[in-house]
């Protein structure tokens, strides 16, 4: 089997996310939000998910995309098989102005002739309804109109809509425009308005780079993770998904399609901590408001996910779409809404525990949170001995995960630093007997005969989640337990270039068949954790190459063929990625290490 990369780069705002394959066709695109149904969804369905490219006239040409550098723009390169060229620049706009972000549901396309005249066609045909019907196209007098959504569709551009509606060849010989909008159109001079947009947007991204504490060891990729990242917050209100894309299977034929369009409060942790060692604060601050605002059940418990709207609701259906190179179902919506995940509420202490410890936040942006604080307490006090779906989101098997109590424990940890901060000693009290139980129970998941720690009490089973009791210091200073914990994971769930499966067992799909690329990169942050310096070096370098063209990371590694698979890209693998740089940059403490 031939190896597989997703052909695609993306572009976003903090409000969408646009897919732009190396043909020029946008492939995914959903608006208003990361959650809505799409406009341009070829990539689960050739037929049905419509299109929108710049393509020569008579199809022969070769392409190259890059981004611009420091930003999150778009330039897809075009030869013609004539040696004429042009090329194609997306983005999404955002800027600074009138004191706030400027974020506006628009994609912007400038098509630049580069060599000759080439002849182009334009095909801008968005759809609705999971792609189950084409909107209508009604031509104005330098834009056409698309019906059929809820809101207004709009192509402005300074081409001839003719050709467009016509889907007739022209000679590019100038500089062309297409500014997609969803709801409020382009009413401003299309050139000057663009070019300002584009200036700006530029500048914003480089700028926001440059705010960044970066790491010394492999800065681009760095960078790369961190632009990515920051895109997949939904900064209305703070939400961050997992992945803009759905049903992108975990393995071919698997079934393991997901939809990933969602804030995990388990992935916000990540998210949010790989914030805060880039030195952006507005991004937790964001989400602090948008977990206080989450709606929870009768008991007070929240769900493991919720909508980037905050919504409780994500009901799953099955959609009438070939699938991603015809690998069905196509979901929206996710049902692992419904499963009880108990680890959630010592990650969102530890979320929150720079908000306390940090003293460039001042106590008046967090003293009326105690409540909150002691609720996350009682949650963990109340489900520390019930089994839960982990991690993994098991469907049918429910278990006392270590990996639950890992977090019981260090959310217990962020309590009593918390605690100290607001000088309340009943909380730190709570907190303490909170961590000791915590310990209790991640001790009765120790196998003695391994020295190991195993997936849940009761079995025998590995888990790549524990590799984090590692890079979380629940071994302390004991390094040799450490690293017999790692040897035990290694010789179960390691595989060839120091990828790493999740696990092995038998769960309700069977055996996972790909490797999941955020364990590997936990994996590389333990070897470095327990001074295995010099392999974990190695293997980031290794596992740098398991990316697109792009330096874009998918959810699953096939270690066989090398392939991509799971949705992309995934905020976890990048985050993962961010994590092993600052950890292997922080043991070599070498300034002039750039990588």
């Given amino acids: 089997m031939e190896k597989h990369t997703y052909g695609t780069g993306l572009i976003g705002n903090c409000s969408f996310i646009a897919h732009i394959e190396k043909n020029t066709n946008i492939s995914w695109l959903c608006m208003p939000r990361f959650d809505s149904d799409f406009l341009f969804g070829s990539m689960l369905d050739k037929e049905k998910g419509g299109e929108f490219t710049v393509l020569p006239q008579n199809g022969g040409f070769t392409s190259r995309q890059s981004y611009m550098e420091n930003t999150n723009i778009l330039e897809t390169y075009i030869e013609t098989s004539g040696g004429e060229s042009y090329k194609v620049t997306d983005f999404a706009p955002r800027f600074y102005n009138y004191d706030r972000y400027f974020k506006p549901s628009m994609l912007v396309r400038k098509i ?212 991603y190179l015809g690998n069905k179902p196509v979901r929206f919506g996710n049902q692992a809404h419904t499963h009880v995940q108990n680890d959630l509420y010592g990650q969102v202490l530890v979320t929150l525990l ?41 469907r049918n098997l429910k278990q006392e995960h270590c990996y639950t109590f890992l977090f019981h424990w260090a959310g217990a940890c962020a309590a009593i630093k918390i605690a100290e901060r607001l000088s309340d000693n009943e909380m730190k009290a709570k907190a303490i007997e909170l961590k000791n139980k915590a310990i209790r129970k991640i001790e009765a998941c120790y196998i003695p005969e391994r020295k190991a720690y195993a997936q849940a009490i009761g079995t025998k089973n590995m888990d790549a989640s524990t590799l984090q009791m590692i890079t979380m210091g629940y071994f302390g200073e004991d390094i040799e337990s450490a690293n017999n914990h790692l040897k035990a994971l290694e010789e179960d769930l390691l595989a060839k270039d120091f990828l790493f499966y999740r696990y092995k067992h038998q769960d ?88």
């Fill in 354 to 394: 720079p908000l306390y410890a940090d003293k460039r936040f001042i106590e008046s942006e967090k003293s009326h949170s105690k409540p909150f604080i002691y609720n996350l307490l009682n949650k963990i006090e109340e489900t520390m001995d019930e089994k839960d779906a982990g991690l993994w989101e098991f």
């Fill in 508 to 595: 309700d799909f069977g055996e996972p068949e790909t490797t999941f690329l955020i364990c590997a990169f936990w994996y590389i942050e333990a070897l470095a954790c327990v001074n295995r310096l010099d392999e974990a070096m190695e293997g980031f370098e290794t596992l740098s190459n398991y990316c697109n063209h792009l330096k874009l990371f998918s959810e699953d590694v096939d270690q066989h063929t090398g392939s991509q698979w799971g949705n992309f890209p995934q905020t976890y693998s990048h985050v993962g990625l961010l994590n092993a740089a600052y950890r292997i940059d922080k043991k070599l403490d070498k300034p002039n290490f750039i990588v």
């Fill in 112 to 323: 630049e002739p580069l060599r000759g005249e080439p002849k182009i066609k334009i095909n801008c045909l968005p759809v609705s309804d999971y792609g189950q019907r084409q909107l209508t196209r009604v031509p104005g007098s330098n834009h056409i109109e698309y019906i059929g959504r809820d809101q207004h569709v709009r192509l402005t551009t300074n081409c001839s809509i003719t050709y467009i509606m016509e889907e007739q060849d022209f000679r590019l010989q100038r500089t062309v425009y297409l500014v997609l909008t969803y709801g409020k159109p382009l009413e401003a001079p299309i050139e000057s308005t663009i070019e300002k947009f584009l200036n700006a947007t530029c500048q914003y991204w480089r700028n926001w780079v440059k705010s960044t504490s970066i790491p010394n060891f492999f800065q681009r990729l760095v960078v790369r993770s961190a632009l990515v990242l920051k895109i997949h917050q939904y900064e209305d209100t703070g939400g961050i998904i997992a992945a803009s894309t759905s049903s992108l299977p975990e393995s071919p034929g698997s079934t393991r399609n997901w939809d990933y369009r969602y804030c995990w409060m388990r992935d916000a942790y990540y998210t949010l901590n790989v914030f805060n060692h880039l030195g952006h604060f507005e991004e937790l601050e964001r989400y602090f408001e948008f977990i206080q605002n989450l709606p929870t059940d009768e008991k007070g418990r929240y769900q493991p996910l919720y909508a980037i709207t905050g919504s409780s609701k994500l009901p799953e259906l099955v959609a009438d779409l070939d699938g």
